[in-house]
């Protein structure tokens, strides 16, 4: 379980590299009435909610892996499948470490209409703000220029309902849903962990199409 008060100290001896799982490997599947529970968060989806289709991915924001998929796979999803309303995506946090918590809390505390813009962002400007030395200052001087005072920053990654409830949906995935490395998809239920490649995708959904 990740510690509130880690998010404010300095974590020099932290893996910000995080934890990825490649290549891609089916893994099981799980009843949809189950993954589809309401969790302690609002559910953040992008594609029709009547989509053939439901990609539920976790993952950590300072997992390399995810970055990379949000950075080269994603658009070809949005593009391919969501923008066709084959495939609604469900997004869940699923932080591996303090930093990964505190950048999700602040995308959590912007507007819900800007969710995925700000995921992308963090994803894209990753080398800003992660920082083996002074992660905490990294983190900060990003969260200005997305719109984040010094107090609104402190306000933020200190609210400990939304640390919890983060912590909440990172124990679920474990225990429910066996996640044990990120980014880990479930495809209508099945599992499918390390897509890293429109190829993955591919392979991962045509069953399904």
Not at 18 to 23: K, N, R
Not at 31 to 43: H, N, T
Not at 56 to 71: L, R, V
Not at 107 to 128: A, M, S, V, Y
């Amino acid at each position: 379980m990740l510690s509130r008060r880690s998010l404010l100290q300095t974590t020099a001896g932290l893996s910000l590299l995080a934890v990825g799982l490649a290549p891609a490997q089916a893994q099981g599947a799980f009843p949809m009435s189950d993954m589809l529970k309401p969790g302690p968060l609002p559910e953040m989806s992008m594609g029709k909610a009547d989509a053939p289709i439901t990609i539920i991915e976790y993952a950590s924001m300072t997992c390399i892996h995810c970055a990379k998929f949000h950075e080269n796979v994603f658009p070809y999803l949005k593009e391919k499948y969501i923008d066709a309303g084959k495939v609604r995506l469900i997004y869940r946090e699923f932080p591996l470490d303090p930093l990964a918590a505190a950048a999700s809390m602040l995308i959590r505390c912007q507007p819900q209409d800007k969710f995925f813009d700000l995921l992308g962002l963090f994803n894209e400007k990753r080398d800003t703000w992660i920082s083996r030395e002074k992660p905490v200052d990294a983190l900060a001087n990003f969260a200005k220029q997305i719109g984040f005072t010094e107090a609104s920053f402190k306000t933020c990654i200190t609210d400990q309902k939304l640390f919890d409830q983060l912590n909440e949906v990172r124990a679920r995935g474990t225990d429910a849903f066996k996640i044990d490395g990120t980014p880990t998809f479930f495809v209508n239920g099945r599992k499918s962990v390390g897509i890293s490649t429109k190829e993955e995708l591919d392979k991962a959904l045509a069953p399904f199409l």
